[in-house]
């Protein structure tokens, strides 16, 4: 009994130096880009996040969450029985509470690298979206900036010849106005209402960030800023993971170094014989 | 709930699609095209005076049309194409009808200013050997 102990003890300590094997193969394919930068601020994280659940990286982090709360709960029940248990059975729980301290690491470590996955894929998706929502500002490129800055000039001084131009053209006689001139005139009243309702939509709202209302592309930056972080705890949380492992190698050694001295303890084989303490039996006078 | 997931998944499906197709491609390639003939009609020495007149009669609203479908072409803002670039940045003689009839000149004589060709410099041309 005290040898299986040892040799479990030894099993546990070698189990935990060897790598764990994480989900590889869940995936998540997040939707366009050129769809989400249509989309409302406000809608957007819940896009995004609606998607992922749906993905087979998705489910995986899920499953991975309920195991981990299934096993936290019996790793709970363990402890209480140990603390109640006595001799050999408390030996035995104790054992076993250190397998199920090494299954929750594992199930800890897969979970993190499924969230790494998400996070990395998230952020990605969310740099992407920069980019595109940059090109259709035209934010970046100093000569588009210059190209946008001509063609607002060029539209106020166009606007302000319209007029102008259509009392002395489409008011003489050889020159009536055109289908297209009519069509465009009726279409735009048409057009400026449903403007109108379009930005008092509620969907159409602003994001919000801390009570402010932001544009689409700070609010972005601001959930780019999020995973970041997010990113950062989960590389201090592998910190933590690697410390608990490193106690459960300690606890084990701890159970297989009392196995050890109770076998020691229990043992026939005598003490060694002290050679000086039998000198008397060869000086004596016989 | 799958209900009311598909109306939302087929409403920003059709917002997509009429995003994509509202933009419209060659507006200013036609406008340059249509201008390119009016200008040669308007000097061409084989038309006859009505017959010039004519043509230009028959042009001037589809310039002017033209004119405003490029000023209102969403897919041309921030289009940093060397032809939009030197469309806009020359508005006189992009927009060749709007810009005369704003400088109170016939079309011609706007032309030939922005070519560089006004009453001056003819009056200052000498004829002779290169």
Known sequence: ?286 | MKKSNLITTSAFALLVAVSATSARAGTLENLERERAITLSDLISDDLSPNERQDRFSNAKPRLVDLERMVMRDPSLKGKNTPDVRRAFSNYDMTFLMHASVEKDRTVVDHWLEQMGVTTSSLMSANVGRR
């Not at chain 1, 030894?10 to 193969?25: Q, W």
């Not at chain 1, 159970?255 to 005598?270: F, Q, R, T, V, Y």
């Open chain 1, 1 to 286: 009994m005290k040898k299986t102990i040892l040799l479990a003890g030894i099993a546990v300590v070698s189990a935990l130096s060897t790598p764990h094997l994480a989900l590889a193969d869940a995936k998540w394919q997040p939707q366009s880009v050129e769809r989400l930068v249509k989309l409302p601020a406000t809608y957007l994280t819940k896009s995004i996040d609606q998607d992922f659940r749906r993905s087979e990286l998705g489910q995986a982090v899920i499953g991975a969450e309920k195991n981990i709360g299934l096993k936290a709960q019996s790793l709970g029940e363990l402890n209480d029985a140990v603390t109640l248990a006595d001799g050999e059975i408390k030996t035995e729980l104790r054992h076993r509470m250190l397998v199920e301290k090494h299954a929750y690491l594992e199930l800890m470590a897969d979970r993190n690298d499924l969230r790494r996955k998400q996070l990395l894929t998230k952020r990605r998706l969310l740099d992407k979206l920069l980019g595109e929502i940059a090109d259709q500002n035209g934010s970046d490129n100093p000569r588009q900036r210059a190209l946008i800055a001509r063609q607002e000039e060029a539209q106020n001084r166009f606007e302000s010849s319209l007029s102008k131009v259509d009392i002395q053209l489409f008011n003489s006689v050889d020159a009536p106005q055109s289908k297209y001139g009519k069509k465009y005139a009726e279409n735009m009243s048409a057009i400026e209402k449903l403007a109108q309702k379009i930005d008092a939509h509620q969907m159409n709202e602003s994001a919000l960030l801390d009570g402010k209302a932001v544009s689409q592309e700070q609010y972005v930056r601001a959930l780019m800023a999020d995973t970041e972080s997010e990113l950062a705890i989960l590389q201090q949380e592998e910190t933590i993971l690697g410390y608990m492992a490193k106690l459960v190698a300690l606890d084990a050694m701890s159970l297989s170094e009392e196995g050890l001295n109770a076998e020691i303890a229990d043992s026939d084989i005598p003490n060694m014989s002290s050679l000086a303490a039998s000198v008397d039996l060869f000086i004596g006078n016989n």
